[in-house]
Structure formats: C-alpha cells, structure tokens
Nanobody, 118 residues
Framework: QVQLVESGGGLVQAGGSLRLSCAAS????????MGWYRQAPGKQRELLAA???????NYADSVKGRFTISRDTAKNTVYLQMNSLKPEDTAVYYC????????????WGQGTQVTVSS
C-alpha cells in the first residue's frame, strides 16, 4: 500500500519560511512524478509544484520564485521549501504521486496545515 506522509506544517508569520516533507513508502519517488498541492477553505485544490522522474521541476505562477520542490532519493522523500510566505498561502498542503505516463495523481498524503499570520 502506497503511503505518503507529510510533515513540517505549522504557524508562521508573513515573510517567514517553512519546509514541508513528504516521506514515501512502497513507491520510489524517482520513478514517479511527485507533486505538491494545496487547498484553502472554499477554494479548489491547486497544483503548486511538481518534480518528474528525471528531476525536472515546474511551478504554478502563484509560487514561482518563492517555493522550491526537491527530493532526496536516498530518503525517498520530497520537500517543498516555502519562502516569503504570505497570508494567502494559508491552506492544507498535500503531497501526491503519479506514474510518469499517468494523467492524474493517484496517491495522496493526508495533508498538513500551513497557517501564515499577517
């Protein structure tokens, strides 16, 4: 059974930083596409960043230049470094995984809350 376990969320002041982690089991992150999503109350889930099996990354415009996705293949863990946080970044953040040829993310973590105070 695939498990994705997020950690690192919390409360931070505007302008601060957090690093989220996503530890994967059963799947090998370097063989899959790993993504970070978020969902704020009353809003749709938003794809923020993804890292492909060859290490290529892409970002949503809303976080480009502030967030960085990375991975540690030895730890089978994906990270999301979040800098210059804004109150509008407040949301539940989810890690997700899909196969390289799969159109949709099939595996999801339980989510971690990020709250940015003004």
């Amino acid at each position: 059974q695939v498990q994705l376990v997020e950690s690192g969320g919390g409360l931070v002041q505007a302008g601060g930083s957090l690093r989220l982690s996503c530890a994967a089991s059963t799947i090998v992150i370097s063989s899959n596409v790993m993504g970070w999503y978020r969902q704020a109350p009353g809003k749709q889930r938003e794809l923020l960043a993804a890292i492909t099996s060859d290490g290529s990354t892409n970002y949503a415009d809303s976080v480009k230049g502030r967030f960085t996705i990375s991975r540690d293949t030895a730890k089978n863990t994906v990270y999301l470094q979040m800098n210059s946080l804004k109150p509008e970044d407040t949301a539940v953040y989810y890690c997700a995984a899909r196969g390289r040829a799969a159109p949709l993310y099939a595996y999801w973590g339980q989510g971690t809350q990020v709250t940015v105070s003004s």
